[in-house]
């Protein structure tokens, strides 16, 4: 079962603020920064009214989870930290395509650019930690002495390949979002992210810490230098 969830701009701002200033090492005690930081919240007011943020989310159960993979309908994704989980402890297994459209500046001056594009990064994280409270309310309020949800695996992440990513697209019917996916593997609105989310009882031995930014190795984990 897939399903549509639209955020709200004005939910998102405060971490998306808070995410800019980080990207932009802001240092409230600079006069330049105070500056620039003005001309950033300039950028995101010229822009507001075309900011949309919007995921495309399906829910399968923990039978699609392998040691190395998941796999649904027949389309297999790699994810070499799924070993190591306790798969009778999964609940759910849900998959998610998330964008951020409206983020672009039409301005020739390259700084209100670069903004621009900080802005995009900045509410696509803002974004997703919405995206996951809506999950955590779907599925774990209620329950959550006993039920937690998981880090976000996706290519690049957790043992997963980056070419992986072309099978989100099999997988879900990504275009009802208005995202598309070019051969380079790059998805339009750039400002895009996919993954999994897995809903499971706490202490399902989740993947190391160590795990999160491999991006796979041919040989497996065991030879991981982590792991040896």
Known sequence: MSFVIKLKEEDAFPNALENFKSICGYKPESEKHQRMHASGLEIREFGIHGIDIKAIVSEYDSSVLHDHAVEIDGVRLSCDALFTLDKEKVKKVIFYVMTVDGCACESEELMDRLYADLWGTAYVNAGFELLRKEIEARYIAGNKEQLELSDAFGPGYYG???????????????????????PSGVM???????????VMEKGANVPSEHCKHCAGNPKG????VHKM
């Open 160 to 182: 997963m390949p980056t070419d992986e990513m072309r099978k989100f697209f099999e997988i879900l019917n990504v275009e009802e979002i208005g995202v598309k996916l070019y």
């Open 188 to 198: 339009v609105p750039i400002k895009s992210c996919a993954g999994f989310l897995i």
């Open 221 to 224: 984990c065991q030879m991981c």
